[in-house]
């Protein structure tokens, strides 16, 4: 069952998204070559908490971190550790945080230094896909139209859409449902109504799509053929003015008005 929210919750989940949204704009500017991606958990985890929300991943199934760190062809669930980020990497972050009662969840992919074009590409190829389905976010569309936005605009640039990694269903719980693949048919799937809340998250590589799980940590997911992943997230509602990203940034911080991608 999907699960709808009341306006009042959607305007707690808002409240606790632009905490969300402002820890991941911190990460992003403390994101430079030497820094390890244990330094950016404990950011993250100090900042969440300094702003009244607690990190929703900490603990969650036994996952150690408050955030998730991804570098390189790790598409997601990266522990925070020793990893030193440098010139010419990507990493991947990813924050959820729990605000009275509910949760927001976002992610994005971030370049260390200098890239190659073809990293720059991915980057900016994901983030679109990410703002196309969320544009699918509307009363009466249906659930295979966003998975349909980002494999049509993925695909057609010749790169690889996760299929077995997929966004969803947020609210109470982290993950509610519906489980909602990055990939399927327009006009598939169940109806869109207004206070359905999705945490929406292309994972697209710049090779296959197939994955691969480190044994060692059983944590960390990677391209099976190494190629890099990228990574961009937002938790969408349905309104019936259209989709309300509730984990965009707010330009004048955590307590600001507005809003913009």
């Known amino acids: ?29 403390n994101v430079s070559p030497g820094v390890t991606t244990g330094q950016l958990d404990r950011m993250a985890e100090e900042f969440i908490r300094s702003f009244g929300g607690t990190p929703e991943f900490k603990g969650y199934q036994g996952f150690p971190g408050s955030i998730c760190a991804s570098p390189n062809a790790m598409i997601v669930h990266g522990i925070p550790g020793s990893y030193r980020l440098k010139d010419g990497d990507i990493i991947s972050l990813d924050v959820g945080v729990r ?11 971030v370049a260390v230094g200098d890239v190659a074009k073809a990293t720059e590409d991915l980057l900016l190829t994901t983030r679109q896909c ?6 699918q976010v509307r009363p009466g569309k249906r659930l295979g139209d966003i998975g349909n936005a980002i494999q049509v605009l993925a695909e057609s640039r010749g790169y ?17 449902e519906p489980q909602l693949p990055n990939y399927g048919r327009p006009g598939t799937g ?4 207004a206070g359905m809340t999705f945490a929406i998250e292309p994972m697209i590589t710049l090779g296959s799509y197939d994955i691969r799980i480190d044994d060692r940590d059983g944590w960390s997911i990677y391209t099976a053929d190494g190629s890099l992943s990228a990574h961009f997230e937002h938790t969408v509602a349905v309104t019936e ?11 004048n911080g955590v307590g ?6």
């Open 130 to 135: 990410l703002i196309a389905a969320s544009g």
């Open 1 to 29: 069952m999907i699960i709808r929210k009341s306006k009042g919750e959607l305007e707690t989940m808002r409240e606790g998204g632009k905490i969300t949204a402002a820890c991941l704009r911190f990460l992003t500017r």
């Open 241 to 251: 003015d259209g989709p309300w990203v509730l984990t965009q940034e707010e330009p």
């Open 190 to 193: 169940p109806r869109l109504q």
């Open 99 to 109: 605000f009275e009662g509910f949760v927001t969840d976002s992610a994005t992919t």
């Open 256 to 261: 600001g008005t507005g809003g913009v991608w």
């Open 160 to 176: 690889g859409v996760v299929r077995d990694l997929v966004s969803h269903g947020v609210g109470r719980k982290m993950h509610e």
